[in-house]
Structure formats: structure tokens, C-alpha cells
């Protein structure tokens, strides 16, 4: 009976070793076997920024200064144009009219002698006249009230001035009128100057950027015209006054700046990089497409700023190692893509879980594999 009890407890204390180490078995199993694969997939976001120098002559320079060379030049120009303006000058208007005398005696009129036109409009003659007997003379007239004189019916003119017997006798026909001529001229206009201005300006800048590239060598920095100021003129016709012509003569200040272009985008692209977050790396953009603004608050550098602007990407860094690991451990697939989804540079995010019936990621952070889809 002794011996019956004794077999059964080393049974029981087997059973339960043996379950004991099945138990152990299978966690090792888990534990050795479980793995998550996580593939990001990157989101890149195009941003501007830019970043304003000071320049300086000095060989040490703080981060935010770039050394620079000056150069500047007084250049003068002179040249004729065309001007725009247009004026129109309108002549006076003239008219005529036949004085026809019947009588056997001549009949002198003094200048600005009334005559009456058939419908009622005053004329009067312009110089002395004397009608011979039995004559014709044709005179100028002018309407004696200004105006237009409208439409002047055939018939006779009626001198008031003679005695009314006369009348009959010594009277005007045949009026005519001559429309008045009407001249164009030039004139100067304030657009005119400017216009010139402008072009000989922009003839200088081209001399001076001409001087420039005789400076610069494959070694040296490349100058870049930054300014120029128009220090005084004279223009031949001022605004308002008659010209088909005018010389204009310009006085100008150009000034120019050199900087190491290669120095600036590097400090520029750290400048970048400071901006994003640990997990983000920047696609910087190619030198050429870095904007260079130099803002003058007069001719010397101290007064000289340097604003440099670009565009650029920032997408999720290649080094997945940046990604806290133990974060992941033993969460589930919607706690993983929940925890990816605070970051703005990942688009999606694909959780894998090995083996099939595993539904957390395990918990040795080894077994946790990070993967960019960088497609």
C-alpha cells in the first residue's frame, strides 16, 4: 500500500515536471519565433524657408555673416528719343463773300463794316475795300460773335451801315467757308524723361556688369550687380515744351557684391536641417535653385544684406533606428499604427505579425524590424 502511494506521487511530480517544461517549451517558442515586421512608407512635405547674412569684409565670421567683396563705379550716358506727347493746334477758320456794287458810283467799306446774313448771322469784313461801280470784289468776313457759325443759306447779305436805298443796290453773295486747319505737334511728357532714363540706365548696368566679368575668374567668386541709383540728370526739353526730340544725360551709381556661393549654401542647408524633427531628413535642393536678394541701405557692406530663399522636401529619415522599439513591444497592430500615425512625416504604415497566430508585437525589442518603403 506503501508502495502504491509512493508510485503515484512520483507520477504526479513527473506529470507536472513534464507540464512545467511544455509550458517552458512553448515560451521559448514564442518568444524565439514571434516577430513583427513594420514597413513605413514615407510622406514627403515641400517646404520654403529662407535665411538673411550680413555681409562682412572680415575673415572670421559669426553663422549668420558671409564675407564679401565690394565693388562700385559713377558711370554717364547720354542718348536722343523720340518724345509722345501730341498737340493740336487749330488755325483759324475763314470766310468770303462777294460784294457786288450796281451803282454808277464806287462805295468804300472800312474794315469790320456789318454785313447781315440771310438768316440773321452778324458778319463783319475784315480790311478796307472800296467797290468800284458796277463791280465785284470778293472779301473776307469774320462771324462778330465767336462760335460756330452753323449753316449759312444762299441769298444776299445786307450791308446795315449804308443808307437803306443802298441796300438794294450794294449788297454780299456767294458766301464760302474754309474749315480751319489743324497742326499736330510733339511734345515733351514727364514719361518720356523717364522712359530715357530707364534705357540708359539700363545701357550702364550693362557696361558695368560687363566690367564686372573682367574681374571675376574660374577661382574667384562671381560678382553680382546689386544696385544702381541715378545720382542726377539733364534732359535737353523739359515736360510740357515743344520737341520732337530730347537728350537726355543720366549719372548713375552701380554697386556690387562677390560672396563665396558654395560657403552660403552650405550655412543655408544647416540652416535647413535645423528645422526638422529627429526623425525627419532633409532632400535639400540643388545650388542653382537657391534664390540671392541683396537689400542696400547704402553703398558699403555694413549696410548690406544678404537674403538667401529656396524650396526643399522633408521626408522621414532612411535610419529607422531612430524609432523607439520598446514603444512597439507587445502592442497590437492598431496600437503600432496609432503610435506612427503622430508622426507627419509617415504616410501609411503596414504591421506584419509572424507567426500567423500571433496578434502583439513580441517582446524583445530585437524582434521588431523597422522597414522604409522609400518606392
Known amino acids: 500500500m506503501i508502495m502504491h502511494n509512493k508510485t503515484n506521487l512520483y507520477r504526479r511530480i513527473a506529470g507536472t515536471f513534464f507540464l512545467f517544461s511544455i509550458l517552458i517549451a512553448l515560451a521559448v517558442f514564442y518568444f ?21 547674412f550680413s555681409l562682412t569684409e572680415n ?16 558711370l554717364d550716358a547720354d542718348g536722343q528719343f523720340d ?10 477758320s475763314s470766310a468770303s463773300v462777294t460784294l457786288v456794287n450796281t451803282t454808277a458810283t464806287a462805295q ?6 456789318r ?6 448771322v452778324l458778319f463783319r469784313i ?31 447779305f445786307t450791308i446795315p451801315g449804308l443808307w437803306e436805298g443802298l441796300q438794294s443796290q450794294i449788297y454780299g453773295e456767294g458766301f464760302t467757308q474754309k474749315q480751319a486747319d489743324v497742326q499736330k505737334i510733339k511734345l515733351v511728357q514727364q514719361a518720356d524723361i523717364d522712359q530715357a532714363k530707364n534705357t540708359l540706365l539700363a545701357r550702364l548696368d550693362t557696361k558695368f556688369r560687363e566690367k564686372l ?20 540728370y539733364t534732359t535737353s526739353a523739359k515736360e510740357g515744351k515743344t520737341a520732337n526730340q530730347i537728350t537726355v544725360t543720366i549719372k548713375a551709381r552701380f554697386v556690387a557684391v562677390s560672396f563665396d556661393r558654395k560657403a552660403v549654401y552650405d550655412r543655408f542647408i544647416e540652416g535647413m536641417k535645423g528645422k526638422l524633427s529627429a526623425t525627419q531628413e532633409l532632400v535639400p535642393p540643388e545650388p542653382g535653385q537657391l534664390e540671392y536678394n541683396v537689400t542696400i541701405g547704402g553703398p558699403s557692406l555694413s549696410q548690406m544684406q544678404l537674403k538667401v530663399s529656396s524650396q526643399a522636401k522633408k521626408t522621414t529619415s532612411q535610419d529607422p533606428r531612430l524609432f523607439d522599439t520598446k514603444a512597439l513591444a507587445n502592442k497590437s497592430k492598431a496600437e503600432i499604427i496609432a503610435y506612427f500615425a503622430s508622426f507627419d512625416d509617415i504616410g501609411s504604415v503596414d504591421v506584419r505579425l509572424y507567426p500567423f497566430w500571433v496578434f502583439t508585437a513580441p517582446a524583445l525589442t530585437d524582434h521588431i524590424n523597422i522597414l522604409l518603403d522609400t518606392k
Do not use: C, M
Open 213 to 232: 566679368s573682367l574681374l571675376s575668374t574660374s577661382d574667384s567668386p562671381q560678382y553680382q550687380a546689386v544696385d544702381s541709383k541715378i545720382l542726377s
Open 83 to 92: 518724345t509722345t506727347g501730341v498737340k493740336e493746334l487749330v488755325g483759324d
Open 115 to 120: 454785313l447781315l446774313s440771310p438768316n440773321g
Open 108 to 113: 468804300p467799306l472800312r474794315a469790320t463794316t
Open 126 to 156: 475784315h480790311d478796307f475795300v472800296n467797290v468800284l461801280p458796277r463791280s465785284r470784289v470778293t472779301v473776307s468776313v469774320y462771324p462778330d460773335k465767336e462760335g460756330e457759325v452753323g449753316t449759312i443759306p444762299a441769298g444776299r
Open 59 to 74: 575673415d572670421t565670421q559669426s553663422p549668420d555673416e558671409i564675407k564679401a567683396t565690394l565693388q562700385t563705379d559713377i
Open 32 to 52: 524565439s519565433f514571434s516577430w513583427a515586421t513594420i514597413v513605413i512608407k514615407p510622406h514627403s512635405e515641400g517646404f520654403t524657408t529662407s535665411k538673411v
